[in-house]
């Protein structure tokens, strides 16, 4: 089993900048891909952005790109996404997620962490 539990979330202004954690335990040797997916009130869960356990490669929604970046960190079994130039569409909660096999579908999932951005 892998345990996922996301921080950072809170209240800021549009233009402003915040950066999530994701903290991982557990088998995280079996992980092959995290990411980060958001849902707002009344809209079905999105992707917002994944990177492989090499940090090699990375992935973003067309929303995002430019404004946030994802990294990790092995050794501290971390997975950060740091936002820039918020936006009040950026509102939402904010999932971490693990897949432990390539181009299926992700294994594990957070608790969420709740973004606003106000305008």
């Known amino acids: 089993q892998v345990q996922l539990v996301e921080s950072g979330g809170g209240l800021v202004q549009a233009g402003d900048s915040l950066t999530l954690s994701c903290a991982v335990s557990g088998r995280t040797y079996n992980i092959y891909m995290m990411g980060w997916f958001r849902q707002a009130p009344g809209t079905e869960r999105e992707f917002v952005a994944s990177?492989?356990?090499?940090?090699?490669?990375?992935g973003y929604a067309d929303s995002v790109k430019g404004r946030f970046t994802i990294s990790r960190d092995n050794d501290e079994n971390t997975v950060n996404l740091q936002m820039n130039n918020l936006e009040p569409d950026d509102t939402a909660v904010y999932y971490c997620?693990?897949?432990?096999?390539?181009?299926?579908?992700?294994?594990?999932w957070g608790q969420g962490t709740q973004v606003t951005v106000s305008s």
């Open positions: 990177i492989t356990r090499s940090g090699g490669t990375t």
């Open positions: 997620a693990a897949q432990s096999i390539p181009g299926r579908n992700y294994d594990y």
